[in-house]
């Protein structure tokens, strides 16, 4: 395979995240830990072209996820987070600011910022912050500044160019601003104690006094929150998922294959549970993955697919841990196991946020749609 960089066609792109899929997981181990981080597999992926593969085709990129369907993108991520769900997230989040960069970037930031990225800068999107101390863009003496933390942000002290939003004094709505850090400053890691994603260095940044220029702002005030892009793009997640969901299956396939107990009627359907449960999250991703990018659906009727999306692979990757943990039994929770520290990962991003509010609106989305229920997701009735 060409590894230089960038990428020309979003096909290479699933070539360099196969490989990426088969050389991360034997870092993995190392890398878990409370100050872990994957910067190995972040260089393969700079190395590789994947930094630079999201760019549009009409600025010299790969374009992936511009792709019909999306369908190159939905296989990288689901690559890259079989590799290491702690990648996959960084690399998710890299993805979303990119697409953002090209949504709303005028023609200045889209060429400076997407330079960036060739240059092998990894990008983040951080929205999540405390109520009492959240990002503030105010007048101060020589121009404008920023004060307050994000909270809950992944790769913080590595992620060198920051997409957040913040409030502006005055100013109604929320704005976006994509904000350059330097490596390994304003990042607090001590509360990320987690169970699982350790390697995702998931912390607070402080912004405070950070001097921001006009070409930091991004788009118009409320862009970021816009739908259907703002929920629809969940289905990038859990396509990592996905990813993280398949590498425990093979874990579990392979201490039955290595241990001699495969031939067990028990566990043979306890293993065919699983790969019901992980075909229909695949299916469920394509199906994400072709709703945001054909865009032939209204934006109601796109997001509550997406929360379908976000639901059904949320149970696929909890029936199949299940399932492995009944079936590996105790080894499998014992450090050491490959089935351990995947479970712990995976468990621990399933977690996303407002899970039955997301089942509910699109329940009610269902509830007063007109025509088949066969039809409400292939943009034949509305």
């Given at each position: ?95 979303n ?96 104690q ?41 289905w ?25 107990r ?13 790969a ?23 934006p109601?009727?796109i ?17 199949v ?37 997301a ?24």
């Open positions: 395979m060409d590894q230089r960089t960038p990428l020309n066609l979003a096909y290479d792109a699933v070539a360099a995240a196969r490989l990426v899929a088969s050389t991360a997981p034997f870092r993995a181990a190392a890398q878990d830990r409370d100050d872990g981080f994957p910067s190995d597999d972040v260089a393969d992926l700079a190395r590789l072209g994947l930094l630079a593969a999201p760019i549009p085709a009409e600025a010299g990129g790969a374009g992936l996820g511009d792709e019909p369907g999306a369908c190159a993108l939905a296989e990288v991520l689901r690559l890259v987070g079989y590799g290491s769900l702690a990648l996959g997230r960084l690399y998710e989040g890299h993805v600011a990119l697409h953002l960069v090209a949504t709303h970037g005028d023609a200045a930031q889209r060429a400076r910022l997407f330079a960036d990225a060739r240059a092998g800068h990894l990008f983040g999107v951080w929205n999540t912050e405390p109520p009492d101390n959240g990002l503030v863009l105010r007048e101060a003496e020589g121009g404008l500044q920023l004060g307050g933390v994000k909270t809950f942000a992944s790769g913080a002290g590595y992620v060198t160019r920051a997409l957040v939003t913040a409030r502006r004094d005055g100013v109604p709505g929320t704005l976006m601003l994509v904000m350059p850090l330097e490596h390994g400053t304003r990042a607090d890691l001590s509360a990320w987690s169970q699982g994603m350790r390697a995702s260095a998931t912390g607070t940044l402080d912004f405070t006094g950070l001097p921001v220029r006009d070409e930091d702002i991004l788009g118009e005030p409320d862009s970021y929150s816009r739908q259907p892009a703002f929920s629809g793009g969940a990038r997640f859990a396509a990592v998922q996905l990813g993280g969901i398949e590498a425990v299956f093979d874990a579990w396939r392979a201490h039955l294959a290595r241990t001699g495969g031939g067990d009627p028990h566990q043979l359907a306890r293993l065919g549970e699983g019901l449960a992980l075909e229909g999250a695949r299916n469920w991703v394509k199906r994400g993955a072709e709703t945001v990018s054909d865009a032939i659906l209204p109601e009727r997001v509550a697919t997406i929360n379908l999306v976000r639901l059904a692979v949320e149970r696929a990757g909890l029936d841990l299940q399932l492995a943990q009944r079936s590996v039994g105790l080894q499998g929770f014992l450090r050491g196991h490959p089935l351990e520290r995947l479970s712990r990962d995976l468990a621990t991003y399933l977690r996303q946020p407002a899970p039955d509010g089942l509910i609106g699109a329940a009610v989305e269902i509830l007063k749609a007109d025509g088949f229920v066969g039809d409400l997701w292939d943009g034949d009735v509305t």
